[in-house]
Nanobody, 125 residues
Framework: VPVVESGGGSVQAGGSLRLSCAAS????????MGWFRQAPGKEREGVAI???????TYADSVKGRFTISRDNAKNTLYLQMNSLKPEDTAMYYC????????????????????WGQGTQVTVSS
């Protein structure tokens, strides 16, 4: 499996979680990686993306609360989520293997070559 997420769980509003995405069988350091999420009944949306040079982009809804980072030596992507809100409840997916040129949200999701199975994040009020 090229990418595997971990770190999801249930927390109360205001709490924190750290998601991890371990990549294998592929050197991801030269490519864009990102986190996406999908809540029940809603379309999948971008949360945060990081280019090979470390430049990041965040959805407006998570700016100032979430931080995306990568450890290229470990082929691992992270998402630190603080001040969680009930509206952050969703299945979170790791995406990898995207070209920096198309490192973005929306229709550019198709840029990512590999997707994980997802990890559930549930935030209660």
């Amino acid at each position: 499996v090229p990418v595997v997420e971990s770190g999801g769980g249930s927390v109360q509003a205001g709490g924190s979680l750290r998601l991890s995405c371990a990549a294998s069988g592929y050197t991801y350091s030269n490519y864009c990686m990102g986190w996406f999420r999908q809540a029940p009944g809603k379309e999948r949306e971008g949360v945060a993306i990081i280019q090979s040079d470390g430049r990041t982009t965040y959805a407006d809804s998570v700016k100032g609360r979430f931080t995306i980072s990568r450890d290229n030596a470990k082929n691992t992507l992270y998402l630190q989520m603080n001040s969680l809100k009930p509206e952050d409840t969703a299945m979170y997916y790791c995406a990898a293997g995207g070209l920096d040129l198309y490192c973005s949200f929306g229709v550019y999701q198709r840029n990512f070559r590999y997707w994980g199975q997802g990890t559930q994040v549930t935030v209660s009020s």
